[in-house]
């Protein structure tokens, strides 16, 4: 008789230790989520090459002047950080060649033609805006 009621204790022990995990374990839940809330942060995807080229692409055309920060003034283009973004990209390019995916290379060829034509076509545009004035002599 001893021994049932040893048994039957350490069977509501287990359970009580069951219940109080699972109690702690939503109570922690719940403060990660509100901390999550309050931070106003979203969970960044994983880092891939795709990912890579998205962020250059995007700060070449930032750099270009074609999209800007909601609220700022309009951007002047910075042709050579275009350029260096643009160069970033040839870099992966050259040094990944051979070990990508076909969605991969056309990613990043796809983007390279589009910020190789925009580049020309707003350094075109600054140079008609800014013609250079011939030197006069004197």
């Known amino acids: 008789m001893a021994e049932e009621q040893n ?7 287990d359970e009580d230790w069951k219940q109080q995990a699972k109690k702690d374990k939503e109570t922690l839940a719940a403060k990660e989520e509100e901390e999550k809330k309050k931070a106003g ?3 960044l995807p994983q880092g891939d090459l795709s990912g890579l080229v998205s962020m250059l692409f ?6 270009l002047g074609f999209i800007g920060i909601k609220g700022q003034e ?14 970033m990209l040839e870099t992966i390019e050259q040094k990944t060649k051979g070990n990508l995916s076909e969605e991969e ?4 060829t796809g983007a ?3 910020l190789r034509m925009a580049f020309v076509k707003v350094a075109q545009s600054v140079s008609n ?5 011939p030197e006069q002599k004197v």
């Open 129 to 133: 805006e800014n013609p250079q004035k």
């Open 7 to 13: 048994d039957e204790k350490k069977i509501i022990i």
């Open 41 to 43: 942060r979203r969970e």
């Open 74 to 87: 309009k951007n002047e283009p910075d042709l050579a950080l275009a350029k260096y973004n643009i160069e």
């Open 58 to 63: 995007t700060q070449t055309l930032y750099s």
């Open 112 to 114: 390279l033609a589009e």
């Open 105 to 108: 290379k056309q990613a990043i």
